[in-house]
Protein backbone atom coordinates (compact mmCIF):
# COMPACT_ATOMS: atom_id res chain seq x y z
CA UNK A 1 0.00 0.00 0.00
CA UNK A 2 2.53 1.97 0.82
CA UNK A 3 4.07 1.92 -2.57
CA UNK A 4 1.31 2.52 -4.52
CA UNK A 5 1.00 5.93 -2.16
CA UNK A 6 4.75 6.81 -3.53
CA UNK A 7 3.85 5.50 -6.76
CA UNK A 8 0.99 7.92 -7.44
CA UNK A 9 2.63 11.07 -5.78
CA UNK A 10 5.17 10.76 -8.06
CA UNK A 11 2.80 10.12 -10.98
CA UNK A 12 0.75 13.50 -9.39
CA UNK A 13 4.14 15.26 -9.08
CA UNK A 14 5.60 14.64 -12.42
CA UNK A 15 2.49 15.47 -14.52
CA UNK A 16 1.88 18.68 -12.71
CA UNK A 17 5.12 19.74 -12.66
CA UNK A 18 5.30 19.03 -16.97
CA UNK A 19 4.89 22.37 -19.07
CA UNK A 20 2.52 23.32 -22.20
CA UNK A 21 4.73 24.37 -25.04
CA UNK A 22 2.84 27.22 -25.13
CA UNK A 23 3.42 28.67 -21.69
CA UNK A 24 -0.72 29.04 -21.43
CA UNK A 25 -0.80 31.60 -23.97
CA UNK A 26 -3.23 30.81 -26.60
CA UNK A 27 -2.47 32.58 -30.27
CA UNK A 28 -5.87 31.48 -31.50
CA UNK A 29 -8.01 34.17 -31.91
CA UNK A 30 -8.35 37.98 -33.48
CA UNK A 31 -5.06 39.81 -33.74
CA UNK A 32 -5.71 43.50 -34.52
CA UNK A 33 -2.95 45.54 -35.45
CA UNK A 34 -2.64 48.89 -32.44
CA UNK A 35 0.85 50.06 -33.31
CA UNK A 36 3.53 50.66 -35.26
CA UNK A 37 5.99 52.23 -32.98
CA UNK A 38 9.20 54.02 -33.47
CA UNK A 39 11.53 54.67 -30.82
CA UNK A 40 11.36 58.97 -29.84
CA UNK A 41 8.09 59.11 -32.11
CA UNK A 42 7.33 61.75 -34.61
CA UNK A 43 4.80 64.42 -34.50
CA UNK A 44 3.81 63.65 -38.87
CA UNK A 45 0.44 65.41 -38.02
CA UNK A 46 2.01 68.58 -36.77
CA UNK A 47 -0.50 68.57 -33.55
CA UNK A 48 2.28 69.70 -31.02
CA UNK A 49 3.04 66.26 -29.53
CA UNK A 50 5.16 63.32 -30.77
CA UNK A 51 3.96 59.88 -30.42
CA UNK A 52 6.10 56.78 -30.82
CA UNK A 53 3.21 54.71 -32.59
CA UNK A 54 2.69 55.86 -36.32
CA UNK A 55 -0.66 54.54 -36.51
CA UNK A 56 -1.88 57.75 -34.23
CA UNK A 57 -0.13 60.27 -36.29
CA UNK A 58 -1.48 59.57 -39.97
CA UNK A 59 -5.11 59.15 -40.97
CA UNK A 60 -4.51 56.38 -42.97
CA UNK A 61 -7.15 53.23 -42.30
CA UNK A 62 -6.02 50.49 -40.60
CA UNK A 63 -8.61 47.40 -40.44
CA UNK A 64 -4.87 45.01 -40.00
CA UNK A 65 -6.02 41.72 -38.50
CA UNK A 66 -4.58 38.37 -38.10
CA UNK A 67 -6.43 35.19 -37.80
CA UNK A 68 -5.21 32.41 -36.04
CA UNK A 69 -7.12 28.91 -35.91
CA UNK A 70 -6.71 25.79 -34.14
CA UNK A 71 -5.87 24.11 -37.50
CA UNK A 72 -2.62 25.82 -38.17
CA UNK A 73 -3.92 28.50 -40.58
CA UNK A 74 -3.09 31.91 -40.32
CA UNK A 75 -5.11 34.45 -42.64
CA UNK A 76 -5.11 38.28 -42.86
CA UNK A 77 -8.11 39.79 -45.57
CA UNK A 78 -6.18 43.46 -45.58
CA UNK A 79 -2.58 44.30 -44.60
CA UNK A 80 -1.96 47.98 -43.38
CA UNK A 81 0.83 49.42 -45.53
CA UNK A 82 0.96 53.43 -45.97
CA UNK A 83 3.79 54.75 -47.43
CA UNK A 84 5.96 57.28 -45.27
CA UNK A 85 8.71 58.89 -46.45
CA UNK A 86 10.64 60.82 -43.41
CA UNK A 87 13.76 63.73 -44.14
CA UNK A 88 15.70 65.41 -41.62
CA UNK A 89 15.19 68.83 -42.53
CA UNK A 90 18.95 70.35 -43.05
CA UNK A 91 20.59 72.04 -40.00
CA UNK A 92 18.38 70.60 -37.61
CA UNK A 93 18.43 67.30 -35.62
CA UNK A 94 15.09 67.11 -34.92
CA UNK A 95 13.13 68.48 -37.16
CA UNK A 96 11.66 66.00 -39.79
CA UNK A 97 9.24 66.46 -43.18
CA UNK A 98 7.44 63.63 -44.10
CA UNK A 99 5.16 62.86 -47.43
CA UNK A 100 2.14 60.71 -46.52
CA UNK A 101 0.85 58.56 -48.86
CA UNK A 102 -2.17 56.09 -47.52
CA UNK A 103 -2.56 52.83 -49.55
CA UNK A 104 -5.91 53.08 -51.26
CA UNK A 105 -5.17 49.93 -54.09
CA UNK A 106 -7.49 47.65 -52.20
CA UNK A 107 -7.12 45.13 -49.90
CA UNK A 108 -3.61 42.50 -49.53
CA UNK A 109 -4.77 39.30 -48.32
CA UNK A 110 -3.06 35.95 -47.56
CA UNK A 111 -3.41 32.94 -45.84
CA UNK A 112 -0.93 30.47 -44.39
CA UNK A 113 0.42 28.21 -41.91
CA UNK A 114 2.14 29.03 -38.42
CA UNK A 115 3.66 27.27 -35.71
CA UNK A 116 4.11 28.27 -31.95
CA UNK A 117 6.54 27.28 -29.26
CA UNK A 118 5.75 28.93 -25.96
CA UNK A 119 6.11 32.51 -26.32
CA UNK A 120 7.17 32.35 -30.40
CA UNK A 121 4.76 32.54 -33.46
CA UNK A 122 6.70 31.59 -37.01
CA UNK A 123 4.47 32.06 -39.87
CA UNK A 124 6.01 33.21 -43.41
CA UNK A 125 9.29 32.65 -41.72
CA UNK A 126 8.69 35.49 -39.60
CA UNK A 127 8.96 35.65 -35.87
CA UNK A 128 6.68 37.07 -33.57
CA UNK A 129 6.81 37.06 -29.77
CA UNK A 130 3.40 36.97 -28.01
CA UNK A 131 2.90 37.91 -24.32
CA UNK A 132 -0.03 38.52 -22.65
CA UNK A 133 -2.47 39.85 -25.41
CA UNK A 134 0.33 41.62 -27.63
CA UNK A 135 1.58 39.95 -30.36
CA UNK A 136 4.76 41.86 -31.93
CA UNK A 137 7.75 41.96 -33.98
CA UNK A 138 10.97 44.24 -34.17
CA UNK A 139 12.10 45.22 -38.03
CA UNK A 140 15.45 46.62 -37.53
CA UNK A 141 15.99 49.69 -39.17
CA UNK A 142 13.32 49.69 -41.33
CA UNK A 143 12.35 53.30 -40.93
CA UNK A 144 14.30 55.53 -43.26
CA UNK A 145 15.51 59.06 -42.72
CA UNK A 146 16.59 60.89 -45.38
CA UNK A 147 18.26 63.89 -46.38
CA UNK A 148 15.84 66.79 -47.37
CA UNK A 149 15.85 66.13 -50.72
CA UNK A 150 15.31 62.58 -50.34
CA UNK A 151 18.81 61.58 -52.06
CA UNK A 152 20.45 60.12 -48.92
CA UNK A 153 19.08 57.90 -46.45
CA UNK A 154 21.29 59.59 -43.00
CA UNK A 155 20.03 57.28 -40.79
CA UNK A 156 17.46 54.70 -39.77
CA UNK A 157 14.85 53.30 -36.94
CA UNK A 158 13.62 50.15 -35.97
CA UNK A 159 10.10 49.69 -36.48
CA UNK A 160 8.07 47.39 -33.71
CA UNK A 161 4.67 45.77 -34.80
CA UNK A 162 2.06 45.42 -32.05
CA UNK A 163 -1.04 43.27 -32.62
CA UNK A 164 -3.63 43.34 -29.64
CA UNK A 165 -6.02 40.38 -29.16
CA UNK A 166 -9.49 41.03 -29.42
Do not use: H
Request: net charge negative; charged share 20%.
Amino acid sequence: MNKLFYILCFVLVFTSCSSDDNDGVSIIGVWELTAWDVMDGFDINNDGTASTNIIDEIECTNNETLIFEDNGVMSSNETYNPDINIALLEGTTDEYMFNVSCDEQGIIGFATSYSQTNNTVIFNDIEFTVIDNQLFRVIKESVKIYNEDFTEVVATKDLKLVYTKR
